[in-house]
T-cell receptor, first 113, second 115 residues
């Protein structure tokens, strides 16, 4: 069982839809991450939040909009996505010093029609 | 720039045989290194981490890795493979970007275990 919970597990949406992915952790971690993972590839970092503030945006298109409403919750709002955005979206969290590892959720499998 | 290279995108072993997955890193500073495993339709699970406390690191599920500075390597091993070890394995190095932590992953190695 993972301590980082992502919902929904699967999402199918059209290119004109608006949807949101949710990530929750109750480990008291103050850094949270969004990754995109295509099949047979490593995860690619999208965003990093540190103490609820956006710290890193890896030049992600504006159709992806992250939000961190509190220290336990991380959202990724989706709008006007393209078929190439179909992927596994992973959330991770981390506590404290740099040697601490990131803890990953099981991801949301997103399919764009 | 810091990076990791995983040699061999696919490794196949027999059940009970030694598992060796290779990872080489590039870093101008003492690195923090991690091995993660990903089973189908799941997220990444931490196997072990190197944080300079000891060069031989023991992880979960019988895996271990040895940090060798002279070879810039952090290879993952397991003495006896089990069918349940079949998965994708990622080596990663922590980097600092604007003072914030992020991970750089290797391309991954798919481990197949056959009877």
């Amino acid at each position: 069982d993972t301590e980082v919970t992502q919902t929904p597990k699967h999402l199918v949406m059209g290119m004109t839809n608006k949807k949101s992915l949710k990530c929750e952790q109750h480990m008291g971690h103050r850094a949270m991450y969004w990754y995109k993972q295509k099949a047979k590839k490593p995860p690619e970092l999208m965003f990093v939040y540190s103490y609820e503030k956006l710290s890193i945006n890896e030049s992600v298109p504006s159709r992806f909009s992250p939000e961190c409403p509190n220290s336990s919750l991380l959202n990724l709002h989706l709008h006007a996505l393209q078929p190439e955005d179909s992927a596994l979206y992973l959330c991770a969290s981390r506590q404290g010093p740099g040697h601490q590892p990131q803890h990953f959720g099981d991801g949301t499998r997103l399919s764009i029609l | 720039a810091q990076s990791v290279t995983q040699l061999g995108s696919h490794v196949s072993v027999s059940e009970g045989a030694l598992v060796l997955l290779r990872c080489n890193y590039s870093s101008s500073v003492p690195p923090y290194l991690f091995w993660y495993v990903q089973y189908p339709n799941q997220g990444l699970q931490l196997l072990l981490k190197y944080t300079s406390a000891a060069t031989l690191v023991k992880g979960i599920n019988g895996f271990e890795a040895e940090f060798k500075k002279s070879e810039t390597s952090f290879h993952l091993t397991k003495p006896s493979a089990h069918m349940s070890d079949a998965a994708e394995y990622f080596c990663a190095v922590r980097v600092l970007s604007g003072g914030y932590n992020k991970l750089i992953f290797g391309a991954g190695t798919r481990l197949a275990v056959h009877p």
